[in-house]
C-alpha cells in the first residue's frame, strides 16, 4: 500500500523543550524560542520527519487526534503490528528560512526595557553616601585599581539618575576583557579571595572589567557603611537591586527604581545568531518545507483496503505534517 501527501509550509523548527512522545510537566514545556533563549544553540532546535512523525500522520487519517504516545499505550491499536511494516521517504521540493513571529503565552520579561516613571528621588541616589558610591563607576581602570588596592577616596562624580547610572555600566559592559597580569591580577585576586560568588575570567582567562566594576560598588558600600547609615541602598537580601559581584541586569535595576512592574515580551522573532569562527556572523530563521511524503505500507491487499476503507471513513480533508503547515493526502494505491 502506497500513500501520498503533499505537505506546504512545514515548520521544521521546535520551540518547546522535552519530547512531544511523552506526558506534558504539571507546568507544560518549557517556551525556548525566546530572543535569550535562542542565544544557547541547544535551543535551536530543529526538526525533520521521522518514523513517529509518519505514524501521527497515519492515525490522524483514522479520526485519531490524541498524541502518538496515548494511542501507542491502548490495548487496542490499529498500527500494533503495523508499525514495524511501514517506510517512507520524504522529498521536499524547497527549505526556506523565513522570519516568523511566535507567541510566548508564558509572557517572559523582557531584558532591557522598564515600564513607569523613574524615581530619581530614591534614597540610593539622593543621600549622603549617594555621591561616593556611584562615583565608583566614573573612576577610569586606573583609578579603579587605586580605589580597589590603596582604598583611595572616590572624588569623581556621575549623574545620580538611574538612567544615567545604567547606561554607564553598559558602556563598561561593552569594554574588552583585559589581560590577567601586573594590577589587574592583583584586583583580581583581591576580589576573588574577598567574594564567594565572583567569578571575573572569560573562557580565555582574561579579566572581565564589568565584573571589576561591580564588585568595586559592593566593596564601596561596605566601606561607606563604616561612615554612614547606608541600609537604603540594600535589597532585603542585602545587596544592590540588579547588580551582582560580576554583571548586571537591567530589567531588575530599572524595577526597584521605576513606579511600574518588569515589562512583559508576548512574542518575538524567531531568529538566532551566532558567530562562527572563519565565516562570520551566521543567522538562523524558522526553516520552512514544502513537498512530498510518500508512505509505504507493506501489508497484504485485504488489510490495504481496509485501511483504505478507513481514512475514506474518516474524512480527514487537511492536517498539520509536524508543526503547522498545511498537508492532505494527494494518492492512496492499493
Known amino acids: 500500500m502506497k500513500i ?16 512531544n512522545n511523552e506526558p506534558l510537566p504539571p507546568l507544560g514545556r518549557k517556551f525556548v524560542g525566546s530572543m535569550t533563549s535562542l542565544k544557547t544553540k541547544e535551543n535551536y532546535i530543529l526538526r525533520s520527519v ?8 497515519l492515525n490522524r487519517l483514522l479520526g485519531d487526534q490524541r498524541k502518538l504516545y496515548q494511542a501507542r499505550a491502548r490495548e487496542v491499536y490499529y498500527f500494533k503490528e503495523i508499525e514495524p511494516l511501514v517506510t517512507f521517504e520524504d522529498q521536499p521540493d524547497y527549505i526556506n528560512q523565513e522570519i516568523t513571529y511566535i507567541r510566548n503565552i508564558s509572557g517572559s520579561e523582557d531584558q532591557n526595557s522598564y515600564t513607569g516613571m523613574i524615581k530619581v528621588d530614591d534614597p540610593i541616589f539622593c543621600s549622603d ?28 562624580k556621575i549623574d545620580l539618575n538611574p538612567l544615567n547610572i545604567i547606561g554607564r555600566l553598559e558602556e563598561i ?18 576580589f576573588n579571595n574577598k567574594y564567594e560568588k565572583y567569578n571575573g575570567l572569560n573562557r580565555n582567562e582574561e579579566v572581565l572589567l564589568i565584573s571589576l566594576y561591580c564588585s568595586a560598588l559592593y566593596l564601596q558600600l561596605e566601606r561607606l557603611s563604616t561612615e554612614f547609615e547606608v541600609s537604603s541602598a540594600k535589597t532585603k537580601a542585602g545587596g544592590l537591586s540588579g547588580i551582582s559581584n560580576n554583571g548586571f541586569t537591567k530589567k531588575d535595576f530599572m524595577a526597584r527604581y521605576t513606579s511600574g512592574e518588569k515589562k512583559r ?16 556572523e551566521v543567522t538562523s530563521l524558522m526553516e520552512k518545507a514544502g513537498g512530498t ?42
Open 4 to 19: 501520498e501527501i503533499k505537505y506546504e509550509s512545514s515548520w521544521r523548527n521546535s520551540f518547546l523543550d522535552g519530547s
Open 50 to 57: 521521522t518514523h513517529d512523525t509518519v505514524m501521527g500522520v
Open 129 to 156: 553616601y549617594s555621591a561616593q558610591l556611584w562615583g565608583v563607576l566614573a573612576l577610569d581602570i586606573d583609578g579603579l585599581y587605586d580605589f580597589i588596592l590603596d582604598g583611595k577616596k572616590v572624588e569623581k
Open 173 to 190: 559592559f561593552k569594554l574588552k576583557p583585559v589581560l590577567n597580569e601586573s594590577r589587574v591580577n592583583e584586583a583580581f585576586v583581591f
Open 265 to 280: 515580551i508576548w512574542g518575538n522573532p524567531y531568529i538566532r545568531k551566532e558567530k562562527i569562527k572563519g565565516i562570520g
Open 293 to 334: 511524503l510518500k508512505i509505504d505500507i507493506a501489508i497484504d491487499r485485504e488489510a490495504a483496503l481496509d485501511f483504505k476503507d478507513k481514512i475514506e471513513n474518516a474524512g480527514v480533508s487537511s492536517f498539520y505534517l509536524g508543526k503547522k503547515g498545511l498537508a492532505y493526502v494527494s494518492n492512496i494505491r492499493v
